[in-house]
């Protein structure tokens, strides 16, 4: 089975650009999910989709931060223009289902952004 | 408020000998508690999961974790390490009574082990 794909993998990019990343979960998988990964610390939630819908947006900087997962399927997320403290590693992460199942949530290998 | 600690950013163990990476946490509901491990340039691995039942739980490549409801902990453990342990290990939680998906991940411990 395929696991989640990113890409790219790495980006660098100057402050007040944009950027889009890439995120293609494991097949079937309803849930996907954005983290944020700043060096030394744990992820942290950026946005929640179940299929094309939104579930938890309430951590995404929205002046700045856009996601999207039109079909249901694969999704981006956009950051425009970039801050320096925007430089972390994206991560992208898929599961079955959400809700009341506490299902085990897959990650795909990261984008690692830096903002110079 | 959800959070998880990691007491130690780093633990180091011989190889061949017991290792253990220490997890506690606090949320408002029955909590479900995940192990994660990521090798540098890498996403997240799973590694185990308590839902409920047992209180330890095995998982991938010899890892068992132990549930303890009373000191609110969660300590990953392997009664042999090995060098190809060495990465940085995230404990994670995610409230039961939490309709969404959100974990909630501590802040990691690199774990060394040398030969």
């Known amino acids: 089975e395929a696991g989640v794909a990113q890409s790219p993998r790495y980006k660098i990019i100057e402050k007040r650009q944009s950027v889009a990343f890439w995120c293609n979960p494991i097949?079937?998988?309803?849930?996907l999910y954005w983290y944020q990964q700043i060096l030394g610390q744990g992820p942290k939630l950026l946005i929640q989709?179940?299929?094309?819908?939104?579930?938890?947006d309430s951590q995404l900087p929205k002046d700045r931060f856009s996601a999207e997962r039109l079909k249901g399927v694969d999704s981006t997320l956009k950051i425009q223009p970039a801050k320096l403290e925007d430089s972390a590693v994206y991560l992208c992460?898929?599961?079955?289902?959400?809700?009341?199942?506490?299902?085990?949530?897959?990650f795909g290998p990261g984008t690692r952004l830096t903002v110079l | 408020a959800q959070s998880v600690a990691q007491p130690e950013d780093q633990v180091n163990v011989a190889e061949g000998n017991p290792l253990t990476v220490k997890c506690t946490y606090s949320v408002s509901g029955n909590p479900y508690l995940f192990w994660y491990v990521q090798y540098p340039n890498r996403g997240l691995q799973f590694l185990l999961k308590y839902i409920t039942g047992d209180n330890l739980v095995k998982g991938s490549y010899g890892f068992e974790a132990e549930f303890n409801k009373s000191q609110t902990s969660f300590h990953l453990k392997k009664p042999s390490a090995l060098v190809s342990d060495s990465a940085l290990y995230f404990c994670a939680v995610r409230d039961g009574y939490n309709q969404g998906g959100k974990l909630i991940f501590g802040q990691g411990t690199e774990l060394s082990v040398k030969p």
């Open positions: 097949s079937g998988h309803a849930t």
């Open positions: 992460a898929s599961s079955l289902v959400s809700g009341g199942s506490p299902d085990t949530q897959y």
């Open positions: 989709f179940q299929n094309n819908g939104v579930v938890d």
